[in-house]
């Protein structure tokens, strides 16, 4: 019988001497993860003053009748802007979120993919986290297919009352007409699914709008849609005026040569795709830009060529006119000339995220705050993560 004055580490080392012997085993200490071009304070911005801000508008003015956000976005491995929302609406708020991401760079094995693993089990288990939701490991433009997961999965789950497409590289990068993977056929299938909604929802596009971050075929049949308003709508062509000082076609390719006119005009007609999208549907939708903020990724770049615009899309009860006649109400359909030329003026007034921090300490002290307390979540040892601020500006 064992001595029981004898320590227990002592009888636990005579009943497995000669078993595992004394061998010690090190476990491989895990890798600092190393801060990102994206981990600066001003993504923070536009998530909080943005993407945050809109968010809790929208589910204020009209809360979720189910009491669940449904979200679909493109959250990378981290999840920031999960535990973000998650924090600060859905709690506030008592809602649920409800997500479907895409992630293409989920691969079995992965050193990455097991990082994006821990962060999904950590984001399921917040308390205000829907237990429907999805991650997947494809590439946001296979919604464009009629029959895969991705699009099965998005027509199941949405309706959506945010859709976040945040790229990194150009919307409008691939030529059109050659590819079904493309980004202007998954938006397009989108918005037509977005169609069922009877209360508004939000769009948020992020894209590059540099020269090289724009298919050259795409941006001329851009450039019509902006020459169409110039040519058939008055309101148009004076905000254009006013804020551009393009009212003719030598000033408007004068205007396009620029890096800012780009820009401008890419932004401009681009949403206004998105309007005539929204106002063919049945009833039309009004489609609205609430804000659009950029900042400068290219070091050869003289101005913002990192855009995030924020866009509100609100279903109308517009009756269409009775092709067979018998029905006389009168058909009052939203005017593209006057959405049009909202738009301009929100393009016009575009914020540059870099100047807004450096001209504000403390608004820069803040979002480094909060960009520290996303990275603990999600396990950076964020120790010198100011200084490396720092060093990036």
């Not at 923070?44 to 809790?56: P, S």
């Not at 008592?94 to 079995?108: D, Q, S, V």
């Not at 615009?309 to 009860?317: D, F, G, L, N, R």
Request: charged residues 25%; contains cysteine.
């Amino acid at each position: 019988m064992t001595d029981p004055s004898e320590p227990l580490s002592s009888i636990s080392d005579d009943l497995t001497d000669g078993i595992i012997g004394n061998t010690i085993y090190d476990f491989d200490t895990p890798k600092k993860k190393e801060f990102l071009p994206w981990h600066r304070p001003r993504k923070q911005y536009v998530r909080e003053k943005q993407w945050e801000y809109l968010i809790t508008d929208l589910v204020t003015e009209t809360p979720p009748r189910t009491g669940t956000i449904n979200y679909l976005g493109l959250p990378g491995d981290d999840l920031f802007d999960l535990r973000h929302f998650h924090d600060k609406i859905c709690i506030p708020k008592n809602l649920k979120l409800k997500f479907l991401g895409f992630n293409k760079g989920m691969k079995p094995g992965a050193e990455h993919n097991t990082q994006l693993e821990i962060s999904l089990d950590e984001v399921n288990r917040l308390s205000h986290i829907h237990d429907g939701s999805d991650l997947l490991p494809d590439d946001l433009t296979a919604i464009a297919l009629e029959k895969s997961v991705a699009w099965m999965k998005s027509e199941n789950m949405g309706p959506f009352d945010v859709i976040n497409i945040d790229l990194c590289d150009g919307f409008a990068k691939q030529p059109a007409n050659e590819f079904k993977q493309t980004h202007y056929n998954t938006l397009y299938r989108l918005m037509y699914l977005q169609a069922k909604r009877q209360d508004p929802w939000l769009l948020m596009l992020t894209t590059r709008t540099n020269t090289e971050c724009v298919d050259a075929n795409v941006f001329e049949t851009l450039k019509q849609v902006y020459r169409d308003n110039l040519a058939d709508c008055e309101d148009f062509l004076n905000a254009s005026n006013e804020c551009f000082t393009v009212s003719d076609e030598d000033s408007f390719l004068d205007y396009c040569s620029e890096s800012t006119g780009f820009t401008n005009v890419f932004l401009t007609s681009l949403c206004k795709w998105i309007l005539t999208t929204g106002l063919r549907q049945n009833p039309p939708t009004k489609v609205e830009v609430k804000n659009v903020l950029g900042y400068t990724v290219a070091k050869e770049a003289d101005s913002p060529d990192l855009m995030s615009i924020a866009i509100k899309i609100t279903p109308t009860y517009v009756a269409m006119p009775d092709p067979i006649g018998l029905a006389n109400q009168e058909f009052n359909q939203p005017s593209e000339c006057l959405f049009a030329s909202r738009i301009l003026k929100r393009v016009h007034r575009k914020r540059d995220v870099d100047e807004i921090l450096a001209g504000d300490e403390q608004v820069m002290n803040t979002m480094i705050e909060n960009t520290s307390t996303l990275l603990d979540q999600a396990r950076y040892d964020t120790s010198d993560y100011a200084i490396w601020v720092q060093n990036v500006l």
